[in-house]
């Protein structure tokens, strides 16, 4: 299967304040990855296809103004959760695919006071 | 859209007890039917995943069923052991490429005990 990294593995940050979040595909170059939204007990939810050299393209409900994602390289995605608010936390997971099979990275748990 | 049913939601088992969990699908086009494993703070980790075109699937303790007709598909657990206790979730997605994208259902927590 594929090797996915993120960092960090979990942050605290203040309400307001943005934090960048960032997916690697450490094997494999990734045209595409995803990014999933879990909160406590809850399924996945995709919030987002990354897409390398070309605008994310968001599910319905996510606002894209406030979730940034950039997708600069064929290794690495970016989520920034602009202007963060403690309804924000969760538990922010990417992944990529092999063909039609995705695997995913450890997540990182973003808890914002 | 897909829409994907799981039961149960929670499952408690002896260890050396068998395990089963249930998926529904709504979406016909739907060929690609994988099978995550959650630990706690964890990310979702693959352990068997079925096509269309096969009916069943082994991997050692674990197995999936699909039934197209029925847009249903399964996950036997066999000879559970402790260290099955987690947060399992099926999928289901129109496969085809790197694209191609999932949808979860709600999630079974099973927990193995002594």
């Known amino acids: 299967g594929a090797v996915v990294s993120q960092h960090p593995s979990w942050v605290i940050c203040k309400s307001g304040t943005s934090v960048k979040i960032e997916c690697r595909s450490l094997?494999?170059?990734?045209?595409?990855m995803f990014w999933y939204r879990q909160f406590p007990k809850q399924s996945l939810m995709l919030m987002a296809t990354s897409n390398e050299g070309s605008k994310a393209t968001y599910e319905q409900g996510v606002e894209k103004d406030k979730f940034l994602i950039n997708h600069a390289s064929l290794t690495l995605s970016t989520l920034t959760v602009t202007s963060a608010h403690p309804e924000d936390s969760s538990f922010y997971i990417c992944?990529?695919?092999?063909?039609?099979?995705?695997?995913f990275g450890p997540g990182t748990r973003l808890l914002v006071l | 859209g897909e829409n994907v049913e799981q039961h149960p939601s929670t499952l408690s088992v002896q260890e050396g007890d068998s395990a089963v969990i249930k998926c529904t699908y709504s979406?016909?086009?739907?060929?690609?039917f994988p099978w995550y494993k959650q630990e706690l703070g964890k990310g979702p980790q693959l352990i068997i995943d079925i096509r269309s075109n096969v009916g069943e699937k082994k991997d050692q303790r674990i197995a999936v069923t699909l039934n197209k007709t029925a847009k249903h598909f399964s996950l036997h657990i066999t000879e559970t052991q402790p260290e099955d206790s987690a947060v399992y979730f099926c999928?289901?997605?129109?496969?085809?490429?790197?694209?191609?994208?999932?949808?979860f259902g709600t999630g079974t927590r099973l927990q193995v005990t002594l």
């Open positions: 094997d494999f170059q990734a045209t595409t």
């Open positions: 992944s990529r695919g092999v063909r039609e099979t995705q695997y």
């Open positions: 999928a289901a997605s129109i496969g085809g490429g790197t694209a191609s994208k999932l949808t």
């Open positions: 979406d016909s086009a739907s060929n690609y």
